[in-house]
Every structure is written in C-alpha cells, then in structure tokens.
C-alpha cells in the first residue's frame, strides 16, 4: 500500500489548508484513516481519525478548527484545517488500516510540513 499525501505548506495564523491523501495499491478494503503529526522535539500525535462507517475522532486540540473527511470511492482521506495556529506547525503523516492479500496491517504516508507563521 502506497499512501501519498499533498496540501502541506506555509500559512499564516488564522489561514487554512486542506490537506489530501491517496492510498493505492492492492487493497481489498480501508479500515480506518487518519491524519497524525508531530512538531520538533515533541512525539508523534493523533490529529484526527474517521472509521470505515464515518465515525470521527479528533484530539483535543483541533475540535472545531479541524475536519476529517474520507471519499471510499477513491480511498483518499481529507484534512480541512482552519483557524490555523502556530502551535499546528508540525510534518503531518496520514495513517491508513488497509485489508490486502497479505492480510491487515497500518500504512503510513512519508509526511506533509505544515508551518503556520506570520
């Protein structure tokens, strides 16, 4: 499984990015997708998390400014982020639990930068 993210970027607080993220390969089916990022000298974090039925989860953080979104068809996961705060400023991965041949296992993308600054 192949995952390939695009949107990250340079906004400036209180902007917006929508960052998008496409799994390809033989997949059987898509369990659950999500978005996680991690900032310098800090661990890795969930963002946000939708279920194959479109069941959300969000960190704490993000309610209300973040939205999770999944388009099956095209087994591709959105992040709409808003309201955009410095503290955002992270590389984001996009995480997937996908069926393959091979069984089931956690997929992760190489990771998107986004930087919030004036």
Do not use: H
């Amino acid at each position: 499984v192949q995952l390939q993210a695009y949107g990250g970027g340079l906004v400036q607080p209180g902007g917006y990015l929508r960052l998008s993220c496409a799994a390809s390969g033989s997949i059987f089916s898509i369990n659950a997708m999500g978005w996680y990022r991690q900032a310098p000298g800090k661990q890795r974090e969930l963002v946000a998390a939708i279920t194959s039925g479109g069941s959300t989860n969000y960190a704490d953080s993000v309610k209300g400014r973040f939205t999770i979104s999944r388009d099956n068809a095209k087994n591709t996961v959105y992040l709409q982020m808003n309201s955009l705060k410095p503290e955002d400023t992270a590389v984001y991965y996009c995480n997937v639990v996908a069926t393959t041949g091979w069984g089931t296992g956690d997929y992760w993308g190489l990771g998107t930068q986004v930087t919030v600054s004036s």
